[in-house]
C-alpha cells in the first residue's frame, strides 16, 4: 500500500509561548521549531508498515513556509521516501489544508493518509477529520493501534470512556494519539541518506486552492494568570485549609 | 436564525457537558434547537425536552446512530444545519470526531473548544495549550462551533418544556463498522464531571500503587485522573489523561499527586477552583498555580491524608 503522511511545522512542545506585545499574535523570533508530536508518531507508523512490508511508499506532505523542508527532512530521514512541500506564508487554517491536501491526494492517490490528532499550536483537532470529509473517505481518530488488512484496516481509538475497535474500508484516513507507538530518532546514516531523497515544491496556485484563512483573529491575549498559594508544613495543616479555607472538603 | 446543538448522551441519559452546551448558546441569544442521534433514545429526548432553554428536539433514531459514528453523524447534521446559524457540541472525542467533518461538508471553519461567546460571529479559545487566548470572527454563514464544557455553567435539567420532533435519519455510510469497546469500569464519577479528582503522575511508579489514589478517592468521593507519564507507563487506562490532549476539566478540587506540572498537564487542569500539590521537589513547576503546596514524598502523605480525612 501507498501511505502519504502530513507533517506540521511547529512550535517545540517545550517551549514557554509568549504572546506578543501587541497582540497580534505568538512570538516565533529564535524559536525552537520542531515537528509537531502527533505527526512524528504519524511518520513512525507508516515507517512500521514499511518495515513490515505492509506499505510500499510513503510520501511525507507539508503546507508553510521554507523553512518546513526541514520539518520534511527530518520525516524522510525517520524512513519517508519522498516529500511534497506546498510552500506558502500565508496563515494557514485546518479547512485550507485539508482542501490543498485532498487536491495531492486526487493525483497521489494513496491508499492510507495517517495525520496528527491534534496541532499543538493551534490546537484545533480539525484537518484529519475535514479532509476525510472532503475526499468522502471513512475516518480514524485518535488511533492507538492500526492493524491492515486488504482493503480495510482496523484501529483501536481513545475514547473518553477507554477504547473502541472500529473497522474502516480503505481508502482512510487515519489520526494519531499518543499511545499508538513511540516515534524513533533518526539515526545519522539516515539523516545523510535523507538529503539525497527528493522535496517536491509547490505552489497553492498550481494546486489551484484558494488558501485564504476563513477565521479572522481579531487579537490573541495573555490567559488570565493564576496565583500562586502557600505551601503548607504537614497534611493536618492541608486537612485544615481544605475545610475551614477552601472549604472543598 | 436557530442554533442547532448536537446533544451528547448514550441513548438514554444525556451528558453533563450538553447541558454546559446548553447554557454556551445562551450567548448566542437565539431560539435553540436540540438534536438527539441515537438508537432507542427516547430516554434521552425526553430528558432533552426538559432542559431550560430549549425550545425543539429533533429525534432521529436508527441503529447507525448506536455508536456515533462520524461519517453517519456528519452525514445527518449537514442535513440539518441549513436552517440554522450557528452548531454547537461539545468538544469532547465524540464532538471532535464528527463535527469537523460537519464543517469541512458544509465548507465553513470550525472554531474549536470555545471558551467565550463574544457575539453572534465573535469567539475565544485557548491555543498553544491554553498558553494564549486566541480571538476570532467568522464570516461563515454558518458557525460551527466545538465548546469547552468546563468554562461554561449548566442549564438547567428540568424545567423546560420543549417539542419533539421525529425526523428520519440519513442512514449508514457503510464506510465504518463499529466492532467492540473496552470501557473503563468505574463506580467512581466521570472525570469531566467530579467535583474532586485525584491525580496521580509517573512518581507512583505502578498500577499497583494508584490503590493509594483510590484510597483517598474513596474517602472524597472523587474521580481519578492521572498524567500522561503514568497513562504511557500503561498505571492507568488512557481515558485517566488530563491535560492539553487528554481531558480538560475544572473541579472544585484537584490534587496533584507525583505530577510535575508540565505545561501540557496544567493546560487540562488550571481552571481548577483549588489546587493542592503533593510533590517532593520543591521547585517542581505545579507549586507555581497550586493553592496548597505539600512538600514531600507522597508515599507517606498520601496515607496519611486519607487517614485524616
Ligand atoms: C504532544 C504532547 C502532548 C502531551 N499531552 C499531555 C497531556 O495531555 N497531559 C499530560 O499530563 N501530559 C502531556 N504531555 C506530557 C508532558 O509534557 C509531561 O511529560 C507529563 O505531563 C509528565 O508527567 P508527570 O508529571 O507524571 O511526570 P514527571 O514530569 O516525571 O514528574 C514526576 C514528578 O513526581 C515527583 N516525585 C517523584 N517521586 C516522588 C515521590 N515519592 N513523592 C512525591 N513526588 C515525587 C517528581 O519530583 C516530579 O515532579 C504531552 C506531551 C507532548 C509532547
Ligand atoms: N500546515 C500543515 N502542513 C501539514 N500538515 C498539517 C498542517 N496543518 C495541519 N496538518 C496536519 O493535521 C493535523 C491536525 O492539525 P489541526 O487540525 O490543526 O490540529 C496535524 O497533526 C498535521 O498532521
Not at chain 1, 507533517?7 to 499574535?25: C, E, P, Y
Not at chain 1, 491534534?118 to 475516518?139: R, V
Request: hydrophobic residues 45%; proline residues 5%.
Amino acid at each position: 500500500m501507498k501511505i502519504l503522511v502530513t507533517v506540521k511545522r511547529v512550535v517545540d512542545f517545550n517551549v514557554k509561548i509568549r504572546v506578543k506585545a501587541d497582540n497580534s499574535g505568538i512570538e516565533l523570533a529564535n524559536i525552537k521549531m520542531s515537528m509537531n508530536p502527533f505527526d512524528e508518531i504519524a511518520v513512525e507508523e507508516a515507517v512500521r508498515l514499511k518495515e513490515k512490508n505492509i506499505a510500499k511508499e510513503i510520501v511525507v506532505v507539508t503546507l508553510g513556509v521554507a523553512q518546513c523542508q526541514e520539518t520534511l527532512r527530518t520525516a524522510l530521514a525517520m524512513g519517508a521516501d519522498r516529500a511534497i512541500h506546498v510552500q506558502t506564508d500565508l496563515e494557514l487554517q485546518p479547512l485550507a489544508v485539508a482542501k490543498a491536501l485532498k487536491a495531492i491526494i486526487d493525483k497521489e492517490k494513496p491508499d492510507l493518509v495517517i495525520m496528527g490528532k491534534q496541532a499543538i499550536d493551534d490546537d484545533c483537532n480539525q484537518t484529519g477529520q475535514m479532509l476525510a470529509a472532503l475526499l468522502g473517505w471513512p475516518q480514524g481518530t485518535f488511533a492507538s493501534k492500526v492493524e491492515p488488512e486488504t482493503d480495510k484496516l482496523q484501529i483501536t481509538r481513545e475514547v473518553d470512556g477507554g477504547l473502541e475497535t472500529i473497522e474502516l474500508k480503505l481508502p482512510a484516513v487515519v489520526t494519531t494519539d499518543l499511545r499508538l507507538n513511540e516515534p524513533r530518532y533518526a539515526s545519522l546514516p539516515n539523516i545523510m541518506k535523507a538529503k539525497k531523497k527528493p522535496i517536491e515544491t509547490l505552489t497553492p496556485e498550481q494546486l489551484g486552492v484558494n488558501l485564504t484563512p476563513r477565521l479572522k483573529t481579531i487579537k490573541v491575549t495573555e490567559p488570565p494568570k493564576r496565583k500562586g498559594g502557600i505551601k503548607v508544613s504537614d497534611v493536618a495543616m492541608l486537612v485544615d485549609k481544605l475545610r475551614n479555607e477552601a472549604k472543598v472538603i | 436564525m436557530p442554533t442547532l446543538i448536537v446533544a451528547e448522551h448514550d441513548h438514554k441519559n444525556l451528558k453533563p457537558s450538553t447541558l454546559h452546551v446548553v447554557a454556551a448558546a445562551k450567548a448566542v441569544g437565539q431560539p435553540t434547537t436540540i438534536l438527539v442521534a441515537g438508537f432507542n433514545c427516547s430516554e434521552a429526548v425526553k430528558a432533552a425536552t426538559s432542559i431550560v432553554g430549549i425550545e425543539k428536539v429533533l429525534h432521529a433514531d436508527d441503529a447507525a446512530y448506536e455508536h456515533f459514528l462520524a461519517e453517519n453523524m456528519a452525514a445527518l447534521v449537514v442535513k440539518l444545519a441549513k436552517e440554522f446559524s450557528h452548531v454547537m457540541t461539545p468538544a469532547t472525542r465524540i464532538g471532535k470526531n464528527f463535527m469537523p467533518r460537519v464543517a469541512a461538508l458544509l465548507d465553513v471553519a470550525q472554531i474549536s473548544d470555545v471558551i467565550a461567546i463574544e457575539s453572534a460571529d465573535t469567539f475565544q479559545r485557548p491555543i498553544y495549550a491554553g498558553n494564549a487566548i486566541a480571538t476570532v470572527q467568522s464570516k461563515d454563514a454558518i458557525k460551527v462551533i466545538t465548546v469547552r464544557a468546563t468554562v461554561f455553567d449548566k442549564a438547567p435539567a428540568t424545567g423546560g418544556n420543549a417539542t419533539v420532533t421525529k425526523i428520519d435519519g440519513t442512514g449508514d455510510s457503510g464506510l465504518t463498522k463499529f466492532i467492540g469497546q473496552e470501557l473503563s469500569k468505574s463506580e467512581r464519577p466521570e472525570l469531566t464531571a467530579a467535583r474532586i479528582i485525584v491525580s496521580g503522575g509517573r512518581a507512583l511508579g505502578s498500577g499497583e500503587n494508584f490503590k493509594l489514589l483510590e484510597a483517598l478517592a474513596d474517602k472524597l468521593n472523587a474521580a481519578i485522573g492521572a498524567s500522561r507519564a503514568a497513562v504511557d507507563a500503561g498505571y492507568v487506562p488512557n481515558d485517566y489523561q488530563v491535560g492539553q490532549t487528554g481531558k480538560i476539566v475544572a473541579p472544585d478540587l484537584y490534587i496533584a499527586i507525583g505530577i510535575s506540572g508540565a505545561i501540557q498537564h496544567l493546560a487540562g487542569m488550571k481552571d481548577s477552583k483549588v489546587i493542592v500539590a503533593i510533590n517532593k521537589d520543591p521547585d517542581a513547576p505545579i507549586f507555581q498555580i497550586a493553592d496548597y503546596g505539600l512538600v514531600g514524598d507522597l508515599f507517606q502523605i498520601v496515607p496519611a491524608l486519607t487517614a485524616a480525612l
